[in-house]
């Protein structure tokens, strides 16, 4: 199976414009065989927390808001899922959610971050409960969003939930967020037995500078495929899978 991170430079609360630029990611990633594409933490916004709880409903989606319709229908056309990460809702509040469609353009789970981090709980963002496990083509993937990834447990988890794919979509920034991903990353893929796959940001995203260098790592902690630090692009990775 061929998997693949996607990075851009989104574009502040224009979730139209994003939408756009994942759809052509989604397309690009069905001609280079991959059966899925995984964009990084709030893509459809930008990382920009405090507009979005700001508000109102804005920028927050549920799953079939017609404005990432591009999105889905892409995914049917070129046959390949997508894990689209954007502000959501639930019962406890607005939440950093990742939808997964599958390659029909159909839901097939949300993943609501678990592990929020004290400024995103500051802006407002309440914390999810649930794994989002999935299936496609016979692999069972789980996800983390950023700061989930430096809980070991959230691996551990998955691995013991029968998981071969951990998809993290995230927001790495330049220097020690650089030095960090490098460090987080192998060190999942070794401890859990997984392969790991990490969508970044590349450019300006609300406060920070993004690394890029999206990537995805072998059950062995070796990189597989990495991305540019600094140019929007898709990043694929053939995976050998038991």
Same mark, same amino acid.
């Given at each position: 199976?061929?998997?693949?991170?996607?990075?851009?430079?989104?574009?502040?609360?224009?979730?139209?414009?994003?939408?756009?630029?994942?759809?052509?990611?989604?397309?690009?990633?069905?001609?280079?065989?991959?059966?899925?594409?995984?964009?990084?933490?709030?893509?459809?916004?930008?990382?920009?927390?405090?507009?979005?709880?700001?508000?109102?409903?804005?920028?927050?989606?549920?799953?079939?808001?017609?404005?990432?319709?591009?999105?889905?229908?892409?995914?049917?056309?070129?046959?390949?899922?997508?894990?689209?990460?954007?502000?959501?809702?639930?019962?406890?509040?607005?939440?950093?959610?990742?939808?997964?469609?599958?390659?029909?353009?159909?839901?097939?789970?949300?993943?609501?971050?678990?592990?929020?981090?004290?400024?995103? !709980?500051?802006?407002?963002?309440?914390?999810?409960?649930?794994?989002? !496990?999935?299936?496609?083509?016979?692999? !069972?993937?789980?996800?983390?969003?950023?700061?989930?990834?430096?809980?070991?447990?959230?691996?551990? !988890?998955?691995?013991?939930?029968?998981?071969?794919?951990?998809?993290?979509?995230?927001?790495?920034?330049?220097?020690?967020?650089?030095?960090?991903?490098?460090?987080?990353?192998?060190?999942?893929?070794?401890?859990?037995?997984?392969?790991?796959?990490?969508?970044?940001?590349?450019?300006?995203?609300?406060?920070?500078?993004?690394?890029?260098?999206?990537?995805?790592?072998?059950?062995?902690?070796?990189?597989?495929?990495?991305?540019?630090?600094?140019?929007?692009?898709?990043?694929?990775?053939?995976?050998?899978?038991?």
């Amino acid at each position: 199976m061929i998997i693949a991170a996607a990075q851009f430079t989104a574009r502040p609360c224009d979730i139209e414009a994003n939408a756009a630029r994942m759809a052509a990611f989604v397309t690009e990633a069905g001609e280079r065989g991959a059966a899925l594409v995984v964009f990084a933490e709030l893509a459809a916004t930008g990382y920009e927390l405090d507009a979005i709880t700001g508000g109102g409903d804005r920028l927050v989606m549920e799953p079939g808001d017609p404005r990432l319709a591009p999105v889905r229908d892409a995914c049917r056309t070129a046959g390949v899922a997508a894990v689209v990460n954007c502000a959501g809702r639930s019962a406890a509040g607005t939440t950093i959610t990742s939808y997964v469609y599958g390659p029909d353009g159909a839901l097939l789970t949300r993943y609501d971050k678990v592990h929020v981090t004290d400024t995103e !709980r500051a802006a407002g963002f309440a914390a999810g409960t649930g794994e989002g !496990r999935f299936t496609l083509h016979g692999v !069972r993937f789980a996800h983390v969003i950023c700061y989930d990834a430096h809980f070991p447990e959230c691996a551990a !988890r998955a691995a013991a939930d029968g998981c071969s794919v951990l998809l993290a979509s995230s927001l790495y920034g330049r220097g020690g967020g650089a030095q960090e991903r490098r460090e987080i990353f192998p060190a999942l893929a070794k401890a859990g037995g997984l392969h790991v796959l990490l969508a970044n940001h590349c450019g300006p995203s609300g406060p920070y500078e993004a690394c890029g260098l999206s990537a995805v790592w072998a059950p062995d902690g070796s990189v597989l495929a990495e991305g540019s630090a600094t140019e929007a692009e898709v990043v694929p990775a053939g995976l050998t899978l038991g």
